[in-house]
């Protein structure tokens, strides 16, 4: 009985584990050149180098000139922050500062109120 309760439990936690996961991509055609880090593919004559490590799955005998299909993830390795976001915003705010219009001199009538005089 309380298997019951905790299957579906399970199931959630494994959902939640697989969403925070990023995209799999892959690329296909022959190893031109591998090392324990490094693995290389031409793709239509492009040379795609794909990371790898202990950890990476190997189905069949893997050695330079067979075709593999090769499955990864991309992943930053370092995020350089080129701008600050709030400096971004106070950049807007004073520009739109300066672009509004300038306030009429004393005594003068804005062109709005003129118009609403106009038409009554």
Request: hydrophobic share 40%.
């Amino acid at each position: 009985m309380k298997f019951r309760y905790l299957l579906p439990l399970a199931f959630s936690f494994a959902l939640a584990a697989s969403a925070a996961q990023p995209k799999e991509y892959q690329v296909t055609g022959p190893v031109l050149a591998l090392t324990d880090d490094v693995i290389t593919v031409d793709k239509g004559g492009e040379k795609w180098e794909i990371g790898r490590s202990a950890a990476t799955k190997v189905s069949g005998k893997l050695a330079v000139g067979s075709r593999v299909t090769v499955y990864y993830r991309m992943g930053a390795t370092a995020v350089d922050v080129k701008d600050d976001a709030k400096g971004k915003t106070d950049a807007k705010a004073s520009n739109a500062d300066k672009a509004a219009p300038k306030a009429a001199p004393k005594g003068a009538e804005a062109p709005a109120d003129k118009a609403k005089k106009a038409k009554s």
